[in-house]
C-alpha cells in the first residue's frame, strides 16, 4: 500500500502544477451515523467563515471536499487521506474529529507535501506525528487541568476519574489527576470505559460506592456524553451532593435542551462557548447559525473549523498557491489572531493553539435558552501534555 501511495503520488505531483486556480481542501469528519452533527458543525464553521472572508484567496478559489468517516476509523481515515491527495489532488488536509483517525493519516503527510489542520482530535500527541500537523481546536489537557485547580479552590479533597479508554480520555484523566495531586488533593480510584459503553448505572453505582465527593468525567461529544450526564441524574449523583466536573465535552450547546434543568449548575472547563461575548464571535455565530441551518444545533467543532480556515486562507496566502507544505506551515508558526474564542496562537514549537480556557456554568437565560456561562478565564494557557511528555 505505501509503495502504490509514493507511485500514485509521484504521478499526481509530476502532471499537476505548482501553481492551482483552485485549491482543494479535503475534510474528513463524521458526516453521517451517530456524530454527524460533529460533522455538521465543521461544515458550518468552514461555510461561515467562506461567508465572511469570500472563498478565494488571492487568484485562487479554495475548493472544499468532504469525506464521510461516521466513527473513529483509522483505517478508513488513512485510505481517505489517501484518495484525496491522490485522486482528488487535495493540497490540504482538515477536519478530523477522532484522534485515531487524524493519527492514522499523519504519517502520508510528508510524502504528499501537505499540511493538516486539526479542526478536533483532542489528544495532545498528535502534533509530534509529523512536522506538518497544526492544530486549531484544543486537547483535553489543555481543557482538563484547569478544571483540577477549580476542584481544589471550591474544597474539594477527593474525586474519583471516569473517561473513555482511548487516547484523549487517557490524557484527560491523566491531566486531571497530575495537577489534582500536584495541589494536594486525593484522586481514589480511576475507572476507563470502552467507548461503545452506553449503560452507565454500573459505573455510577462506583461512583457512590467510592466516597469521593465528586467525579471528574471525559468522553466524547455526543451521543455518549448526553447518556452520561442523563445517568448521573437519574441515578441520584446530583441529589447526593456528589459534584460532576468535566471538559466543556459533557455539556455542549446542542445537548443543553435536551438535559434541560437536570443541567443547571454543572461546571466545566473549555477553550469555547456559544455565549461568549465579543463582537467577534457574534459575527461567527450569526454566519454559522445560518449555515448549520439551526442555530441550537451550533457547537464548539464549528468555530475550530473556522480558525482552522483562517490557518489555511494564510498558508495559500504565504506559499502564492504553491504546493509546498514546509513552507505553509513554516508561515503560520506564531500566527496570532482574534477568534470568536478570543485571542489565540499557533506556538512557533508545538504547532498547538494557545488560547484561554474558561470556567462555565450551566445557566438558564430569562427567554428559557440554556448557555454555558464563563465565569472565570484560565488566560494564554499552552498545551500542558506535550510540556509532561518532555
Not at 76 to 104: H, I, N
Amino acid at each position: 500500500m505505501k509503495t502504490f501511495f509514493i507511485a500514485a503520488l509521484a504521478t499526481a505531483l509530476l502532471t499537476g502544477t505548482a501553481l492551482a486556480d483552485t485549491i482543494k481542501v479535503g475534510v474528513i469528519g463524521p458526516f453521517s451515523g451517530p456524530f454527524a452533527l460533529q460533522g455538521k458543525n465543521f461544515q458550518a464553521g468552514i461555510q461561515a467563515y467562506q461567508a465572511l472572508n469570500g472563498d478565494s484567496v488571492g487568484d485562487h478559489k479554495v475548493e472544499i471536499v468532504y469525506r464521510d468517516v461516521p466513527q473513529a476509523d483509522p483505517a478508513q481515515s488513512a485510505a481517505l487521506a489517501q484518495e484525496l491527495v491522490v485522486k482528488e489532488g487535495v493540497q490540504y488536509l482538515a477536519g478530523f474529529y477522532f484522534t485515531p483517525d487524524a493519527m492514522a493519516a499523519a504519517p502520508l503527510l510528508e510524502q504528499a507535501n501537505v499540511p493538516m489542520v486539526i479542526f478536533n482530535a483532542a489528544t495532545s500527541a498528535i502534533v509530534t506525528k509529523s512536522p506538518y500537523v497544526v492544530r486549531t481546536s484544543f486537547t483535553t489537557w489543555q481543557t482538563s487541568a484547569p478544571m483540577a485547580k477549580v476542584a481544589k479552590a471550591k474544597g474539594i479533597e477527593k474525586v474519583i476519574t471516569v473517561v473513555s479508554d482511548y487516547g484523549p480520555g487517557v490524557d484527560a484523566e491523566t491531566a486531571f489527576k497530575t495537577t489534582f495531586e500536584g495541589e494536594g488533593g486525593t484522586v481514589v480510584e480511576t475507572i476507563r470505559m470502552p467507548l461503545s459503553t452506553n449503560d452507565f448505572s454500573p459505573i455510577m453505582q462506583r461512583v457512590k460506592d467510592s466516597g469521593a465527593q465528586a467525579v471528574f468525567a471525559f468522553l466524547p461529544s455526543g451521543p455518549t456524553t448526553l447518556g452520561f450526564v442523563k445517568s448521573y441524574n437519574e441515578n441520584g449523583l446530583k441529589d447526593a451532593g456528589v459534584t460532576l466536573l468535566a471538559p466543556g465535552d459533557l455539556t455542549q450547546e446542542s445537548d443543553l435542551p435536551a438535559l434541560g434543568d437536570s443541567a443547571l449548575g454543572l461546571l466545566t472547563t473549555f477553550h469555547y462557548a456559544v455565549s461568549h461575548d465579543s463582537p467577534e464571535n457574534k459575527a461567527f455565530v450569526e454566519a454559522a447559525g445560518k449555515a448549520i441551518g439551526n442555530p441550537a444545533e451550533l457547537s464548539f467543532p464549528a468555530v475550530g473549523a473556522f480558525d482552522g480556515m483562517h490557518v489555511i486562507y494564510k498558508m495559500i496566502e504565504a506559499t502564492g498557491g504553491k504546493q509546498d507544505a514546509k513552507a505553509a506551515v513554516d508561515a503560520v508558526k506564531g500566527l496570532a489572531w482574534t477568534s470568536p474564542r478570543g485571542p489565540v496562537e499557533i506556538d512557533p514549537e508545538t504547532r498547538h493553539i494557545t488560547q484561554n480556557i474558561y470556567l462555565r456554568e450551566v445557566e438558564k437565560t430569562a427567554d428559557g435558552t440554556y448557555i454555558n456561562k464563563e465565569i472565570q478565564t484560565f488566560e494564554k494557557q499552552g498545551d500542558p501534555g506535550l510540556a509532561a511528555a518532555k
